[in-house]
Structure formats: structure tokens, C-alpha cells
T-cell receptor, first 113, second 109 residues
Framework: NAGVTQTPKFQVLKTGQSMTLQCAQD?????MSWYRQDPGMGLRLIHY???????DQGEVPNGYNVSRSTTEDFPLRLLSAAPSQTSVYFC????????????FGSGTRLTVV | GENVEQHPSTLSVQEGDSAVIKCTYSDSASNYFPWYKQELGKGPQLIID?????GEKKDQRIAVTLNKTAKHFSLHITETQPEDSAVYFC????????FGDGTTLTVKP
């Protein structure tokens, strides 16, 4: 089992550019989410999904879009990158019932210059 | 929404000593409390969890306690080893997890 796979691992963007961070899981988890991690600020929820076709906003959704067309994939789109979006991004997934802990990907380190 | 506070933000102990990290939560609907360990350059990994109908859970050198009345829960690591050095996150779950800001634990050999 690969678990949660995130690509790319590192990315440098120029201000105003757009890009998509990929997240895929092979555990048939219903719940998927995106977090950003900044120094001293822990993990902040950007967007989450409880199943294909269903998405909702988290704590810091501005500047980001998501979609969930399949159970396995949950891409995060940056529409027009800003230096404030420089961060480490983690995708996490879990079963809805339980509840249970999250399985995290290894992260994408994004720098916006 | 849920608010989770975690203390201390940094903790340094000698190898063999115990370490305790404490968290408080605000939403009485939270019913699941996981703890994660994050090593440098990696994603957080679940190390232990406790559900709201349990007061204490132990797994080898780590244990968690939960006081629902006071809305606080704690992580206890005994006989610490250098490989326990990492960032530890608590979380409170009510439909989705809200995380504390993390504790950087350093175990000195």
C-alpha cells in the first residue's frame, strides 16, 4: 500500500502563477483534507471532502480551490500564487466512521517568490 | 468551532526522563483525541489515540489521559530516548480534527 501520495515534493512559483498540488490515496478513505503548516502555527485546515463530489471550506480557504471527482484523488489548486502561500502543504485522509486517525502524505514544500 | 490549545511549545528533557504534553479543547462534541508525531521533513504520524468513553490508554512507553469534564487531555512519554525527539501534535475530533500548535520535544543523550 502506498498510503497517501503527494506530488510534487518541492515547488517554486512566481507571484501570480497557478499550480495544482496532487494528492492520491489507495485506502478507500472517504474523508480527505488539505492542511498548511507554518512555523509556530500548527496545522491549519484549507479544504476537506467527505466523499466524491462533496467539498467544503476549512479555516483558511482563500486563494485555494479543490474538487473531488473520485474517491482516490483530491487536488489542491492555487489560483494566483502569493508570497503568503509559501508553506508546507499536507494532504490527509481517513475513514468517516470510527472515528479514526488521519494518514498524512509526506508534504509539498511550496515557495512563492 | 473547536479550539485546541497545546502546552508547552518546546520541551527539553534528559534521556530516561519522562515528558508530558497537555492540551485543552473547547467543543464538548469532540469525541476522539489523537496524537501525532512529526519527524523532520515528514508528515505527521498517528502514535496513539483515545476515545471519549475512555479515561486512559497506554501503549508501551506512551500513554494518554482524558478528562472530559475539564476538557483536557495529555500525552505521557516515559523513559524517553533520543529517537523520541520530534514535534508532537494533539487534536480534538468532532467530525473533523482540529490540531494544537505542536510541541517540539528534544531528548538530550
Amino acid at each position: 500500500n502506498a498510503g497517501v501520495t503527494q506530488t510534487p515534493k518541492f515547488q517554486v512559483l512566481k507571484t501570480g502563477q497557478s499550480m495544482t498540488l496532487q494528492c492520491a490515496q489507495d485506502m478507500n478513505h472517504e474523508y480527505m483534507s488539505w492542511y498548511r503548516q507554518d512555523p509556530g502555527m500548527g496545522l491549519r485546515l484549507i479544504h476537506y471532502s467527505v466523499g466524491a463530489g462533496i467539498t467544503d471550506q476549512g479555516e483558511v480557504p482563500n486563494g485555494y480551490n479543490v474538487s473531488r471527482s473520485t474517491t482516490e484523488d483530491f487536488p489542491l489548486r492555487l489560483l494566483s500564487a502569493a508570497p503568503s502561500q509559501t508553506s508546507v502543504y499536507f494532504c490527509a485522509s481517513s475513514y468517516l466512521e470510527g472515528p479514526g486517525g488521519y494518514t498524512f502524505g509526506s508534504g509539498t514544500r511550496l515557495t512563492v517568490v | 468551532g473547536e479550539n485546541v490549545e497545546q502546552h508547552p511549545s518546546t520541551l527539553s528533557v534528559q534521556e530516561g526522563d519522562s515528558a508530558v504534553i497537555k492540551c485543552t479543547y473547547s467543543d464538548s462534541a469532540s469525541n476522539y483525541f489523537p496524537w501525532y508525531k512529526q519527524e523532520l521533513g515528514k508528515g505527521p504520524q498517528l502514535i496513539i489515540d483515545i476515545r471519549s468513553n475512555v479515561g486512559e490508554k497506554k501503549d508501551q512507553r506512551i500513554a494518554v489521559t482524558l478528562n472530559k469534564t475539564a476538557k483536557h487531555f495529555s500525552l505521557h512519554i516515559t523513559e524517553t530516548q533520543p529517537e523520541d525527539s520530534a514535534v508532537y501534535f494533539c487534536a480534538a475530533h468532532a467530525g473533523k480534527s482540529t490540531f494544537g500548535d505542536g510541541t517540539t520535544l528534544t531528548v538530550k543523550p
